[in-house]
């Protein structure tokens, strides 16, 4: 009976072993085919990076022989541009006037024709209207001015007259008259002033333009000047000119 019980004993102690060593062997056979995964895995990624760095070093070889095989050169192209100009010759071709006479008191008339230029600023009246000068009743400026086109643009100009002082009754006796056109007096030239001409066009093809203005001391009857005397009044006359691009 103890032969049997330990022949038993030995049969379960070995059956035992063999279930033990079935379950190491599954294990091991586990860890291996883990340890052949991620071996595969870590192939793979190796192979994957590879095949990027070889993608991108190709890449990179396209490029470069796409950039080797353009043919270049470069090259400046100069340009000569020249603007044109807008400029005008003003000048006085002709002055008269009637003034009051320093030495005998009556009043004198002066004729002057020789050309002045007013083109550039300068201290000159374009009336002629010298210090001290007085007016009267009956006195009169009168200038025959050219307008030219010395430019290469054509334009249209403006002739503005306005007064610089305040108006006062002196200013409302002196009649102004352009190109024998009345146009009304100083006083009625206030503020920006008003234009004697307007928008009229110079070509380059024109030679000039030749107007005429008249300031005159109008002599009223019922003696109504006598509230002008002693009185002060003064004024400007401007040329405005503007590129004219079309006709």
């Known amino acids: 009976m103890e032969k049997e019980k330990e022949t038993n ?6 059956a035992n072993e063999t279930e033990k060593n079935k379950d190491l062997t599954s294990e091991q056979k586990k860890e291996t085919s883990e340890e052949k995964k991620e071996t595969k895995k870590s192939v793979d990624r190796w192979l994957t990076l590879l095949s990027a760095c070889l993608v991108a070093i190709l890449a990179l070889g396209l490029s470069i022989a796409g950039t080797s095989a353009l043919f270049m050169d470069s090259f400046n192209a100069t340009g ?21 006479d320093s030495e005998t008191g009556y009043l004198k008339t002066i004729a002057d024709e020789e050309e002045k230029s007013f083109t550039e600023p300068n201290r000159d009246n374009v009336f002629g209207i010298e210090e001290n000068e007085k007016i009267v009743p009956g006195s009169y400026f009168k200038v025959t001015l050219e ?16 007064t610089s002082s305040e108006v006062n009754t002196l200013a409302e006796q002196i009649k102004i008259t ?10 009625d030239f206030v503020s920006e002033g008003s234009a004697l001409v ?3 066009t110079i070509t380059k093809s024109d030679a000039s333009d030749i107007f005429t203005l008249k ?9 109504e000047n006598n509230q002008a005397m002693s009185s002060f009044a003064s004024f400007d006359l401007l040329v405005k000119a503007v590129q004219k691009v079309s006709a």
């Open 9 to 14: 004993n030995e049969e379960k102690k070995n």
């Open 80 to 100: 000569h541009l020249e603007s044109g100009s807008l400029k005008l010759s003003l000048k006085r071709t002709k002055l008269e006037k009637a003034v009051l």
């Open 215 to 223: 300031m005159e001391f109008t002599d009223l009857p019922n003696g």
């Open 178 to 187: 352009f190109n024998d056109e009345e146009k009304g007096y100083l006083s």
């Open 198 to 200: 307007a928008s009229k």
């Open 147 to 162: 307008l030219s086109n010395v430019g290469s643009s054509a334009f249209t100009y403006d002739v503005i007259l306005k």
